[in-house]
């Protein structure tokens, strides 16, 4: 469970992140030379329904070692 950092609520999670006028999307990576070296994964968003802060995360933190 994600709480909201401001208000304290419970943030909805597991909602992705949508680029309007691109199919590309959001790709995290680590620093390094080579073009898609050490992606971490796909980002997730949680959201608070009372105040709206948005949360950027990913779930598997093994990626980052």
Same mark, same amino acid.
């Given at each position: %469970?994600?709480?909201?950092?401001?208000?304290?609520? &419970? %943030?909805? !999670?597991?909602?992705? @992140?949508? +680029? !309007?006028? $691109? $199919? *590309?999307? @959001?790709? %995290?990576?680590? =620093? =390094? &030379?080579?073009?898609?070296?050490?992606?971490? $994964?796909?980002?997730? +968003?949680? @959201?608070?329904?009372?105040? $709206?802060? +948005?949360? @950027? *995360? +990913?779930?598997?933190?093994?990626?980052? !070692?």
């Amino acid at each position: %469970m994600r709480e909201c950092l401001r208000c304290k609520t &419970k %943030m909805i !999670e597991n909602c992705s @992140i949508k +680029v !309007e006028g $691109g $199919g *590309y999307g @959001i790709v %995290m990576a680590t =620093d =390094d &030379k080579r073009l898609f070296a050490n992606r971490i $994964g796909k980002p997730k +968003v949680a @959201i608070c329904p009372n105040c $709206g802060e +948005v949360s @950027i *995360y +990913v779930e598997n933190t093994k990626n980052l !070692e």
